[in-house]
């Protein structure tokens, strides 16, 4: 009995590998790229994105890394890869690359520029087609990957304080700074204008304690007066108006809406 299921077994393992073989033969006789060098891949590639033909490109490009792995021209196509997919829209492809590259060259000249791009792609990617044509308010979505954008470019920063993508990465994370704390003001009163105060209160407080710089939290300070007042905290309020007063210069605080 053992001796018939050993030679089931080993028949088992024959035909699959001859499945394996099989269709390892198919794909390689239907690679459209078969007999060209990583060299000559990489230079349509180049051509590719010169033409702005970012699919075209990118096609090349994963050749390059499917076929020749470990090639010279493999380190330099990634980075392309980054932004071919970047180019093409494909944002979550070029923060899966720019993920990899950063990874398997940690020490790579221009790696700066695989954590730049992770960013990047992790900033466009919930923002919507509808983003690039109209003033739309982003602070009324949910930020999804735009929290990772955030810490992306926070990293790039601290570990490249000298990359010629640092202002950039710099005003981004200033603009989302400002949306996710209009986000949360948004939430605030939403909640204070249907009588939830406590619910106002905690996302007003929540804006105030971490996003202290940004515009919105002048009116939290307003949402943390109201909502204290209508619970009866008259300390809280004054307390509240106290630090309105003291940052903002002024007596004459702002309305809720």
């Known amino acids: 009995?053992?001796?018939?299921?050993?030679l089931v077994l080993l028949g088992l393992i024959v035909s699959l590998s001859a499945c394996k073989t099989w269709w390892g033969k198919d794909d390689e006789d239907n690679n459209p790229y078969k007999g060209m060098t990583a060299e000559q891949l990489y230079t349509e590639a180049q051509k590719d994105l010169r033409k702005k033909e970012y699919s075209t490109a990118i096609k090349h490009l994963e050749a390059i890394e499917t076929m020749y792995p470990f090639s010279d021209y493999t380190e330099n196509s990634q980075m392309e890869l980054i932004y071919a997919y970047y180019k093409n829209e494909d944002y979550p492809s070029a923060a899966a690359t720019a993920e990899r590259f950063i990874h398997l060259y940690p020490?790579?000249?221009?790696?700066?520029y695989a954590y730049y791009m992770r960013g990047m792609a992790n900033f466009q990617q919930n923002r919507g087609v509808f983003a690039k044509f109209l003033p739309?308010?982003?602070?009324?979505?949910?930020?999804?990957?735009q929290t990772q954008a955030y810490s992306d470019f926070g990293i790039l920063i601290q570990k490249f304080p000298d990359s010629k993508y640092k202002p950039n990465a710099l005003q981004r994370m200033?603009?989302?700074?400002n949306m996710f704390a209009q986000h949360e003001l948004n939430v605030s009163t939403f909640y204070f204008k249907r009588k939830m105060y406590v619910a106002a209160l905690n996302r007003a407080s929540y804006v105030v304690k971490n996003y202290p710089q940004a515009p919105s939290a002048k009116k939290a300070l307003v949402i943390m007066y109201e909502a204290n007042l209508a619970l009866g905290f008259k300390k809280a309020a004054e307390e509240a108006f106290t630090v309105y007063k003291a940052t903002y210069h002024t007596t004459k605080m702002d309305r809720i809406v």
């Not at 020490?107 to 700066?112: F, P």
């Open 107 to 112: 020490r790579a000249k221009n790696v700066d």
């Open 174 to 177: 200033i603009y989302l700074r």
């Open 1 to 6: 009995m053992k001796r018939i299921q050993v």
């Open 136 to 145: 739309l308010d982003e602070s009324w979505r949910d930020p999804g990957t």
